[in-house]
């Protein structure tokens, strides 16, 4: 496809390209704030008020081509005229971290600013002149956030709103499904391995049901967590991620006080078994003060009670 340069541009098509490119990075920007509304809430903000201001200019521009050139403005775009970089999609650049970005930004600035005082030697009609000289400044401006966008994030107030964002985003997509497979492995398998030890008297038996038990509750817990919520609207991250989490931790959970059982001699097997246990149920109330503010001695209680009657059904059906 044949490009043409800079030089062959007419008034017209200068302020028809400049609406395009406005509009271009109006959406980028836009994408930015996507990428960071998560994790960075503050900085998204910033690129949503960069999103709103380029469609002001894109408007400002509009507005001068009806004035001065009337209602049909040429469709010609970045990728038509010669000397333009070519940008890669922004949805093919993951993941979009601030590094990232400043540079996406530091780019696409320069490039446009550059545009504009070029395109003010071309044109000849002054408020025309005015209107490009006032969104090169504009460019500069964000040209300038972008270069000190790191150490923005940095600034005390910012930090600390990014810093409690992040917090929450951690909780909702791994503590909260982290905890429920540890509770689950740690309590529910209770039970049958203990059930087994006292039935049978060996520890091989109770590690196999130990083991079956453990391996089958993550598998289990792994897809009721992944298909229980796809993370749009609740903002707890993606089901596979949520899903391998909670049954990584329901494994270990259940994993942890079966493998003393691999010692053959039964009552060193059960107390070592007991120990980790209590030391399981002490995590899992911690973890749940730390990070749900539940209080210290409520959680300890709750999970204590819990694990102990499930214990004590284990032993009660394994001496039946």
């Given at each position: 496809m044949a490009k043409k340069s800079f030089g062959e541009l007419s008034e017209s098509e200068i302020l028809a390209l400049a609406i395009q490119l406005e509009e271009e990075d109006s959406r980028i920007y836009g994408e930015?704030?996507?990428a960071l509304r998560a994790t960075f809430p503050s900085t998204a903000k910033v690129f949503d008020e960069m999103q709103a201001e380029e469609l002001r200019h894109r408007q400002s521009l509009i507005d001068m081509h009806k004035q001065r050139f009337g209602d049909h403005i040429p469709l010609i775009r970045?990728?038509?005229?010669?000397?333009?970089?070519?940008?890669?999609?922004v949805w093919l650049v993951r993941p979009l971290g601030i590094k990232t970005i400043r540079k996406q930004v530091e780019i696409m600035e320069s490039e446009t600013q550059r545009y504009y005082e070029r395109a003010m030697q071309r044109v000849?009609?002054?408020?025309?002149?005015?209107l490009l000289g006032d969104l090169a400044g504009a460019e500069r401006q964000h040209y300038n956030f972008a270069a000190t966008l790191e150490?923005?994030?940095?600034?005390?107030?910012?930090?600390?709103?990014?810093?409690?964002?992040r917090r929450q985003l951690f909780m909702l997509q791994i503590i909260q499904p982290g905890l429920a497979g540890m509770i689950d492995g740690s309590i529910s398998t209770l039970a049958p391995i203990f059930a087994a030890a006292f039935a049978t008297h060996k520890t091989w038996d109770a590690f196999l049901v130990g083991l079956a038990a453990s391996i089958g509750a993550g598998i289990s817990m792994s897809f009721s967590e992944a298909l229980s919520d796809d993370g749009s609207l609740t903002?707890?991250?993606?089901?596979?991620v949520r899903g391998s989490v909670t049954g990584l931790m329901t494994a270990a959970g259940g994993l942890g006080h079966t493998l003393p059982f691999l010692i053959a001699n039964f009552h060193v097997a059960f107390t070592i078994a007991v120990i980790i246990v209590a030391i399981e149920l002490a995590?899992?109330?911690?973890v749940r003060h730390r990070y749900m503010d539940t209080p210290l001695l409520s959680s300890t209680l709750q999970v204590a009670v819990g694990g102990a009657l499930v214990f004590a059904v284990g032993i009660l059906i394994g001496i039946s």
């Open positions: 930015f704030a996507e970045r990728q038509d005229v010669k000397g333009f970089v070519e940008r890669r999609p000849t009609d002054p408020s025309i002149r005015k150490e923005r994030l940095l600034a005390p107030g910012a930090r600390a709103e990014e810093e409690r964002a903002g707890r991250g993606r089901p596979l995590v899992i109330s911690y």
